[in-house]
């Protein structure tokens, strides 16, 4: 399979450094007169070319660090820096791929809907088709690049807000539960494509996730987090583990369930998937 290597990617992949770091963050907000804390203190880095997971169950603040990682929220405590930079906004450095379906602008084509973004951060219009389209095939999105959102299914709409990330050329793709709403079938083929894309571009990638089996299957490490205000409980290796019916990954498996359920906390069946 032809590896494509981004300027971004090159720029970031020199030394073994962390391009991201997480230090003894805190998030809180204010909800019906009072202040509520979602992260309570968490620390983790991130290598260039690393998958890092964010697991946890429902409510634990993954989705709030990682909005905060985004540039979107600022951190109550503590420290987020990336690629040495701590004051953080909104860019193209830190593509997002949310859950929600509805992340496409309905009246854009798919090829439209990806090249956008590059229009916006002042590409020629030219030059942004042509990059649109590179991503849009590597998406398997081709046959479909005239279509508009309402034409798509729920796992192609998710392909192209993929496409659209990665074209930016982002130093980090941050993806916040993208399968969480597709069915157990199309879920599975997005996890293997995803993991042959990111092999192919080279981009960080940051996950959140509350499902196990998703976690082992596309993470070289396992941020672990406890129920809100979180805390990392545990950081879990699972780069060497690919084949979900091999005695290591039932036991990792294994591990990451009772690290969900110590102090008592109760594991959904949701999250054993």
């Known amino acids: ?7 971004g990617a090159q720029a970031t992949s020199g030394g073994d450094g962390p391009l991201l770091r997480v230090e003894h963050v805190g998030i809180d907000y204010v909800t019906g007169g009072r202040r509520v804390t979602a992260v309570g203190d968490v620390s983790f880095e991130v290598r260039p070319r690393e998958k890092i997971i964010l697991l ?16 979107f929220l600022q951190p109550s405590a503590g420290r987020i820096s990336v690629a040495g ?3 953080l906004r909104p860019g193209p450095d830190r593509a997002v791929v949310f859950q929600e379906f509805d992340q496409l602008f309905p009246w854009r084509t798919v090829a439209d809907n990806v090249a956008y973004p590059l229009r916006v951060t002042g590409r020629p219009r030219a030059e942004a088709a042509q990059v649109a389209a590179r991503f849009v095939e590597m998406t398997g999105l081709t046959p479909a690049a005239d279509r ?16 659209r990330a990665l074209a930016l050329d982002p130093t980090i793709l941050l993806m916040d539960e993208p399968f969480g709403s597709l069915d157990a079938q199309t879920r599975t083929r997005l996890q293997r494509e ?18 196990i089996q998703e976690a082992i299957l596309l993470g070289d490490r ?5 129920h809100s205000p979180s805390s990392v ?3 879990v290796d699972v780069s060497a583990i690919a084949d979900p019916d091999a005695e290591a990954f039932v036991h ?11 102090d008592g906390e109760e594991v959904e069946g949701g999250v054993d998937d």
């Open 194 to 211: 995803l993991n042959e894309i990111v092999a192919r571009t080279h981009v960080t990638l940051l996950f959140v996730t509350h499902s």
């Open 233 to 235: 409980r545990e950081i």
């Open 85 to 87: 930079r701590d004051r």
């Open 252 to 262: 990792v498996r294994r591990k990451l369930r009772g690290l969900l359920a110590r």
């Open 148 to 163: 508009y959102p309402h034409q798509l299914s729920g796992g192609m709409k998710q392909r192209v807000a993929i496409a």
């Open 1 to 7: 399979m032809e590896t494509v290597s981004t300027p």
């Open 222 to 226: 396992v941020v672990v987090l406890s």
């Open 56 to 71: 946890g169950p429902s409510g634990c603040g993954k989705s709030t660090l990682l909005k905060a990682i985004a540039g």
